[in-house]
């Protein structure tokens, strides 16, 4: 999903772009994704992800050498011969010490990707694998199982990550968190990857045409589409660097598929023209499975289609519930002419708030509903965090800020469009407070934007009397469009300095937290991400941005030198349920995990 905006097809229209498309160097290689398939077996790099205490996932492409005659088996290809490749996890980075090996072989039906569930290993610990094939090694990577030991209280740090957009900007903000020695993991909450191609379409600054272009060069729709723009992103250096340095946690949201997707459909997927949406959700979804570090959990616990939601725990410290809640949603509530991406009034219409506020839709099946409450309710741990893609905390958005004065808007892609939903988790999450059930801490991204809020019960706008079920951290995306790029299109602000924009952001930020006092904090105008850290005593959100926009560096995103720096700490004390300032960052780990 993305932030208010007049529809991308209409605003990247038109001869201005195809000009600046001429004007620009091409300074990047257009088969980008292609690309490290020349460069070696092990191009692609490394990654690791879903650690438990004692397993983790480990990751690479493995390109067979093409031999004289024949075409590099690039990515989506369907070529390429099965070639063997050695695996090694070794308790030290000279390797001297194995702790698993083994051999398996690539094959076009896997687009080559290689991916071992690394099972026998200790808990709390780190340590470094690579692969081989053929007498080529591929990089080393770093990774370490979780501290869920009984009796046990260990740190528990991660950087949360959402929205990166190839075409948005550089993914300095993995660089900044591949640079950091701290992290338990990178948590990535939904859209690792984004549909769009490189036309009308194209979604990003325009000073980045014919420089960070996505591949393939038109929409995704298919196998090789989706193949391909993992293979993009992959390439990227700094998202390499992310994943050879911590394991990551991931789950998708919409853009892995299609804009603002549900059980059957999406906005972006026009029927018949693009073909039948189910297949190529499939297809999507076989690519994300081949080229992320994602372990499926048990198929065999009942549910509707592909079981992706999952659970992992750290002892009485907390466990983390990964949410997934595209496959079996229900459409979203739409109203014509309404020229912000799945935004909709309410308060003028009773059929609008009634669907809206209807039982009969979902945004988590019934089935991942409950398996999430019964989360919620188990004794014994302090945080029970939720890795969550939508934002569950209602946004009441003034229309002023959206160009229709008196008007009162939601964004129906979230949780404020399946309002029975997120009452009945929320009036249940409030309940566990006179229980020895943990607090709710949710996770999440999509909005572009960093909020620090309360979840509130029974709540009325502009009221600050309600009940917090727990709180909600909304980490920044790391390129994709926030408010500030929004309102810098609108025809009241184009062509406007950037301070200016940066004013009317913040004054509309100003007047949306009026509606929402349960907000206690929104940056709008900001990318980055943000390191969540765990004890017993307190849930911290540091969050970590590009500065703001001005008339000598108008975009930030677009300078590859400017990494995000720390800029804002909230954190929940255990048993509050509410957000409150901290006094700066965190600072260094309680304990650090074996062989670290």
Known sequence: MTPPSVDR?????????????????????????????????????????????????????????????????????????????????????????????????TSPDSDHTVKIDVTGLDPYTRYWYRFQSLGEFSE???????????????????????????????????RAIADRNDLDFVLHVGDYIYEYGNGADRYGPAALIGVRDGQPATETIDLLGYRLRHALHKADPDAQKAHRKHPWITIFDDHEVANNAWADGAENHQ?????????????????????????????????????????FTYGALGDLSILETRQNRSRQVTVPNVPFDGFVPVGID???????????????EPEQMTWLQDGLAEEGRTWHLLGNQVMISPVLYPGAALGAPGLTFVNADQWDGYTADRTSLLTHAAAQASSDAGDAVVLTGDIHASFACDLPVAARPGSPAYTSAGVEFVCPS?????????????????????????????????????????????DGVRHGFTVI???????????????????????????????PTYARSFQTLAGSRRVSLAAGPVGPRSDQPAGA
């Open 533 to 563: 850290d765990v004890t017993p005593e307190r849930v911290q959100a540091d969050y970590h941005h590009t500065p703001a926009p001005t008339s000598v560096a108008p975009d930030p995103r677009v300078d590859a030198a400017v990494v």
């Open 271 to 311: 029927s018949p023209e693009e073909g039948d949406y189910l297949q190529r959700r499939a297809q999507a979804m076989q690519a994300y499975l081949e080229w992320m570090p994602f372990r499926l959990p048990d198929q065999s616990v009942p549910h509707q289609g592909t079981r992706f939601f999952k659970r």
């Open 478 to 522: 790391v390129t994709s469009d926030g408010f500030f790029e929004v309102l810098s299109r609108s025809p009241q602000l184009a062509g406007s300095p950037p301070e200016v924009v940066v004013a009317v952001t913040n004054q509309a930020i100003g007047a949306a937290q009026l509606l929402n006092p349960w907000i206690r904090w929104i």
């Open 350 to 364: 009773p059929a609008i708030d009634g669907a809206i506020a209807s039982p009969l839709r979902h945004l988590p």
């Open 140 to 174: 080393v990577g770093r990774t370490q199982t979780a501290g869920d030991i009984a009796g046990e209280v260990h740190a528990l740090r991660l950087a949360l990550v959402s929205c990166s957009n190839y075409t948005g900007g550089y993914f300095t903000a993995y």
């Open 9 to 105: 097809r209409t605003l990247l229209k038109g001869a201005a772009a195809a000009t600046a498309a001429l004007a620009l160097p091409r300074a990047f290689d257009p088969a980008a994704a292609a690309a490290p398939a020349s460069r070696g077996i092990f191009g692609y790099g490394v990654a690791s992800g879903d650690p438990t205490a004692d397993s983790v996932i480990i990751w690479t492409r493995a390109t067979p050498p093409a031999r004289p005659g024949e075409p590099v088996a690039t990515p989506g290809s369907g070529l390429g011969r099965p070639i063997p490749v050695r695996w090694q996890v070794a308790r030290d980075r000279d390797f001297t010490r194995l702790a698993a090996h083994g051999t398996v072989m």
